[in-house]
């Protein structure tokens, strides 16, 4: 191969020395990343985490996973959890962007992420728009299994305003 490299430097029958093509430039200047996989041993310590109530641990393990390559059932449980984690180590903005991204374009937890943004919103002190999640579980997700729950809380609005 080294004897191949070098003759292709050298001039040629008609004494011109051969150009490197333009295909070869592209490879020679476009080096891939290689695609970093899903870690499923760091997604199981973050769950574990979680489930004892290390929120910190659970964080920092749930950030660093690649979640492009996780299923989706499983990126909206990390999503989910990693909302709540925020949630319980008192971050609400960041609990909030990912229960609206769930909400957004989630297809499994809608409805919980519906719930946990009224919560959120009331215990934030802003119950109009703790109504408007909880509004939105009743009339778009009339079977779910927050459905009483959030009848319920809408309920209690007449209390928090």
Do not use: C
Not at 1 to 24: D, F, V, W, Y
Not at 117 to 146: C, T, W
């Amino acid at each position: 191969l080294a004897e191949m490299q070098n003759r292709s430097n050298l001039p040629n029958q008609r004494g011109h020395t051969p150009i490197s093509s333009p295909k070869t430039e592209l490879v020679k200047k476009t080096k891939t990343k290689p695609i970093q996989e899903f870690n499923r041993s760091t997604y199981m310590a973050g769950v574990f985490a979680y489930q004892r109530e290390d929120y910190q641990t659970a964080l920092s393990k749930f950030l660093s996973l690649n979640l492009q390559e996780a299923p989706k059932k499983t990126v909206e449980n990390i999503l989910y959890w990693t909302a709540d984690a925020y949630q319980q180590t008192g971050q609400y903005e960041n609990a909030l962007q990912l229960l609206n991204k769930i909400s957004i374009t989630g297809t499994l937890r809608i409805d919980d992420a519906l719930v946990q943004k009224g919560l959120l919103h009331r215990k934030m002190g802003n119950e109009s728009l703790a109504i408007i999640a909880f509004s939105n579980v009743v009339s778009q997700h009339p079977d779910s299994e927050y459905f009483r729950l959030a009848k319920m809380e809408l309920k209690t609005t007449d209390g928090h305003q």
